[in-house]
């Protein structure tokens, strides 16, 4: 299964925009890149994913660089309820049944 | 409203002992799966179902086993041969096992050893 590499921690201001970045240098051409998101002791909660093309949605948008090799999760103005453990995952959608998590990016939004 | 219901929140083991984790939805969805996770650690998957009466291991199965009977329901059985039982374990469901359909998650169970 192909990885992703994430910063262990980040830290941003409320209303400030916040920038996540992932790096997966062996992503193949299948593979789906997803994101979730885990607030203290809560389950994980899906933000978004994409393939090539960057991705918007009404919670964040996802810039995939042009060879795929990396990624950035972009939150336009934290709030304090967006800190939390943000997971980048790779998902090879025709053949895979899981999605693997790593230990993620531990987001901190200050007031 | 729809989601993932797990119960309880907390639960406690006694050495020997085989408890069941409950999770049932209403999303009526196809596919099912149960995770754990250790402290500040990613998510593990133990088993996975994708249709009724149907399950697989995921990557931890062992001390672990599930049912699957009716479509909104996947307990777990944690069992006395699971020597270290202590952890988060969450529940979710999708569509279908295989495509880009999100999981959703529930909000999980802490099991403790007494």
């Known amino acids: 299964d192909a990885k992703t590499t994430q910063p262990n921690s980040m830290e941003s201001n409320e209303e400030e925009p916040v920038h996540l970045p992932c790096n997966h240098s062996?992503?193949?051409?299948?593979?789906?890149i997803h994101w979730y998101r885990q607030l203290p002791s809560q389950g994980p909660e899906y933000v978004i994913h994409?393939?090539?093309s960057n991705v918007n949605n009404r919670m964040a948008s996802l810039a995939i660089a042009e060879d795929r090799k990396s990624s950035t999760l972009i939150l336009h103005r934290a709030t304090l309820r967006d800190a939390a453990v943000y997971y980048c995952?790779?998902?090879?959608?025709?053949?895979?049944?899981?999605?693997?998590f790593g230990t993620g990016t531990r987001l901190q939004v200050f007031p | 409203d729809g989601g993932i219901t797990q119960s309880p929140k907390y639960l406690f083991r006694k050495e020997g002992q085989n408890v069941t984790l409950s999770c049932e939805q209403n999303?009526?969805?196809?596919?099912m799966y149960w995770y754990r996770q250790d402290p500040g650690q990613g998510l593990r998957l133990i088993y996975y179902?994708?249709?009724?009466?149907?399950?697989q291991k995921g990557d931890i199965a062992e001390g672990y086993s599930v049912s699957r009977e009716k479509k909104e329901s996947f307990p777990l059985t944690v069992t006395s041969a699971q020597k270290n039982p202590t952890a988060f374990y969450l529940c979710?469901?999708?569509?279908?096992?295989?495509?880009?359909?999100?999981?959703?998650f529930g909000d999980g169970t802490r099991l403790s050893i007494l």
């Open positions: 979710a469901s999708s569509m279908r096992v295989r495509g880009n359909q999100p999981q959703h």
């Open positions: 062996t992503i193949s051409g299948t593979d789906y």
């Open positions: 994409g393939l090539t």
């Open positions: 995952i790779l998902r090879d959608v025709p053949n895979t049944d899981k999605l693997i």
């Open positions: 999303l009526n969805h196809d596919a």
């Open positions: 179902s994708q249709i009724v009466n149907d399950f």
